[in-house]
Structure formats: C-alpha cells, structure tokens
C-alpha cells in the first residue's frame, strides 16, 4: 500500500543555482550535500520544504519546458510574497491560465532548468466544490 509521497527528484545542471532557487525563492532549507561522498548516480543535495523532501541530482535537464509540474500549496496572502522573491531570483513566471471562481489563485514558475512549478492557494475539495457548481 503507498503510505504517501517521498520525495521529489529533479535532475538540474548547478546544484548551486538549484540550492539559490529552493532556499531563497521557497525558504526550503538545505540539508545535505553529497560533494563529500557520492552515495547515488551524481552529485546531489537534498532540501526540506515544510515536510517534502525535494533531491537535486547533477545532470542533464529536461531539454523542453512543458506544462508537467510540481504544485505546492501555499496561502493567499503568502502568494505576492514568492511572486517577489521569485521575480528577483529572475525566474521565468508565466502568465496566469484563466480560472472560474472558487478554484484558487497560482502562480506557475520555471525553475533554470525547465522544471514547471505551481504555486496554489486552493484545494482539491474547493476545486471540486467549484467546477461542480459550474456543471
């Protein structure tokens, strides 16, 4: 039986860039670098963000962006917040997809490496709620 989620891996180019990224564009904190000793397949880092565990692993990236992504949810006043911190990191924010109401607000970000992350102020049940009223 799957108990729940692990982790998330993403296979990036700088593991420093990616440590920036994280730490100063979430507030995740680093806790492990494997420049030391390599246990896995390349140089890696792992962070905590609340309670996910996020690995980087040097590598090569997806080499296209597309819409496959991570979401983190997050609350509505926090949103401008990351919008800030992400803008000055120089991250590539896309615009905001069209929403019906009640569904929350996002914020859809790539990372320097094409990773898709999601910023969201909703939930599965407020979603649900929503589209349902639309029905």
């Not at 993403?10 to 670098?33: N, P």
């Not at 992504?69 to 917040?81: G, K, M, N, R, Y």
């Not at 607000?105 to 589209?131: I, M």
Request: charged fraction near 25%; proline fraction near 3%; aromatic fraction near 12%.
């Amino acid at each position: 039986m799957v108990q729940g989620l692990s982790h998330l891996t993403f296979i990036v180019r700088d593991l420093e860039r990616m440590s920036l990224f994280l730490c100063e564009g979430f507030g995740a904190k680093e806790v492990y670098d494997s420049s030391e000793r390599n246990f896995s397949r390349s140089r890696e880092k792992f962070f905590l963000l609340g309670e996910v565990w996020i690995a980087a692993m040097e590598g090569e990236p997806p080499a296209h962006k597309s819409y496959q992504h991570v979401a983190f949810q997050v609350s509505e006043s926090d949103l401008q917040t990351f919008e800030s911190r992400l803008r000055n990191l120089g991250v590539e924010i896309e615009p905001p997809r069209s929403r019906i109401a009640g569904e929350g607000d996002s914020l859809y970000f790539y990372d320097f490496d094409n990773h898709l992350f999601e910023l969201h102020t909703g939930t599965l049940e407020q979603r649900l709620a929503s589209y349902k009223k639309v029905s």
